[in-house]
């Protein structure tokens, strides 16, 4: 049966790269036929379109890459949507697809309006509570547009085929809902942001081979500076670290916000030998995280973040680190804590830090071979690619044989 995956996150964003390209190519493998509609941004798709039209045609995908506008956001994103609505009334029928496989909310609108028109099979693939988030990070006030895409997300959950969520916590809260009745309970699956753990083999080896002196640790921050990732929280425990354990080191490795954080070291008088600030591609993390012993991470614990998934905490899993890092985040809380492979600070401060600290150096000490075979077996568990590949696989299934 034919597929249409449409994703407003474009092929050529390190996202697409990442986390669509590695589980269409896993599904074609099983028997799957895909064509990918996508929104990508200029500078990106003359930097890596050519590198990505090839790999998705030597893996017989078909690729519509449709370009992304940003300027007076309401107005481009109804143009992208109009656009591809146009596209899609034609190419639909014409292609006889079957599924349409929309990632997130704004591409949900075409899924929600040919699932009317033509009786398509509509996959909500939510990533997310994601008006909510935007409503919590300042980009949304609690105004029309909100509620506009409040009444969508009911709108996707009581019409759509399957709803695809990123956590257990998402799907548990997302039962509560006035209309959620127990007859969408079916719809539902847990599919959580995989990592391909194979690529961190070599890293885990490494970590695994390595004598770690405890007095000369080198913790590793992977993420942003922005609205998810709080600056103060990083800032807070990497100060107190670098006075708490003297000789270690500190590895940060950033998409945005690398500027912001150099000048932060330096006006604290941090010594910028301690430090390595960097940006580096998807593909290279593996390499990143070679020589690191503790990995952190910090997100603020609103709302929204029930349904979030941060990839990080895979990637760093499959390289055998463990993790420090703040609570109520999606399903991380019982992750780390009931697999004991790091810590979760439940508040800030000095003697929180301190606790986080001495819990994974005890772990460390414990058994730092044993402590590394957790951290895989978690990742294996929850964030494998193999994996998440075959649940997509069994609702293509689902949706294909009726």
Request: charged residues 25%; hydrophobic residues 40%.
């Given at each position: 049966?034919?597929a249409l995956?449409i994703s407003y996150?474009g092929?050529t964003d390190?996202?697409g790269?990442?986390q669509?390209?590695p589980y ?13 509609l996508s929104?990508?941004?200029y500078d990106?798709y003359?930097q890596f379109?050519?590198?990505?039209r ?10 519509r890459p449709?370009r992304y506008?940003?300027?007076f ?9 109009f656009s591809g609505f146009?596209?899609?009334l034609f190419?639909?029928?014409?292609q ?6 929309c990632?997130?909310y ?7 309006l040919?699932?009317k028109?033509?009786g398509t099979k ?7 509570f994601w ?5 919590e990070?300042g980009?949304?006030k609690?105004?029309?547009i909100y509620?506009?895409f409040?009444?969508l997300?009911?709108?996707f959950i009581?019409?759509?085929d399957a709803i695809?969520?990123?956590t257990?916590?998402?799907i548990?809260?997302?039962k509560t809902w ?10 539902f699956y847990?599919?959580?942001t995989c ?5 961190f083999r070599?890293t885990?080896?490494s ?9 000369h ?10 609205p ?5 929280d990083?800032s807070?425990?990497i100060?107190?670290?670098?006075e708490?354990l003297p ?7 950033v998409?945005?916000g ?7 070291i330096?006006?604290k008088?941090l010594?910028s030998?301690?430090f390595?600030?960097?940006?580096v ?5 593996p390499?990143?995280l070679?020589?690191?012993?503790i ?6 614990p609103?709302?929204?973040?029930k ?5 990080k ?5 499959s390289?055998g680190?463990p993790?420090?890092?703040g609570h109520?985040v999606?399903d991380?809380?019982?992750?780390i804590?009931?697999n004991?492979?790091?810590y979760?600070i ?10 986080a ?5 005890n772990?460390?000490k414990?058994?730092?071979e ?6 895989l ?9 193999e994996?998440g ?5 069994r609702i293509y299934?689902?949706?294909t044989?009726?």
């Open positions: 049966m034919k995956y996150d092929m390190p996202l790269q990442a669509v390209i269409l190519i896993g599904l074609t493998k099983k028997g799957h036929n895909f064509t990918i929104y990508e941004k990106k003359i379109g050519e590198k990505v090839k790999q998705l045609k030597d893996n017989s995908i078909v690729w449709f506008h940003k300027r956001s309401v107005v481009a994103t109804s143009y992208d949507i146009i596209y899609l190419f639909i029928p014409a006889k697809i079957k599924i349409l496989h990632r997130s704004i591409t949900s609108i075409l899924g929600l040919f699932h028109i033509y509509f996959i909500f693939d939510m990533r997310g008006a909510d988030e935007r409503l990070g980009i949304f609690k105004n029309y509620y506009f409040k009444y997300e009911k709108q009581k019409n759509s695809i969520a990123l257990v916590n998402s548990e809260e997302m006035h209309y959620v009745s127990e007859k969408y309970n079916n719809k847990h599919i959580t990592c391909d753990i194979d690529k070599q885990y080896n970590r695994l081979q390595k004598k770690v002196d405890i007095n640790l080198n913790f590793v921050y992977i993420g942003s500076i922005g998810w990732h709080s600056l103060k990083v807070d425990f100060v107190f670290t670098y708490y000789a270690s080191r500190f590895k940060i490795i998409n945005s690398k500027e912001q954080l150099s000048q932060f330096g006006s008088g010594n030998n301690r390595i600030v960097d940006s591609p998807h593909n290279k993390i390499e990143a070679m020589g690191a012993d990995g952190l991470f910090f997100i603020p609103v709302y929204a973040k349904a979030s998934s941060p990839t905490l895979g990637e760093m899993l390289a680190i993790v420090i890092t109520s999606g991380v809380d019982q992750l804590s009931g004991r492979v790091g979760i439940k508040e800030g401060g000095i003697t929180e830090y301190k606790k600290i001495d819990y994974v150096i772990l460390i414990e058994n730092r044993k402590l590394l075979e957790r951290c077996v978690v990742a294996n568990d929850y964030f494998s690619l994996k590949i075959e649940k997509y696989h299934e689902r949706l044989n009726g």
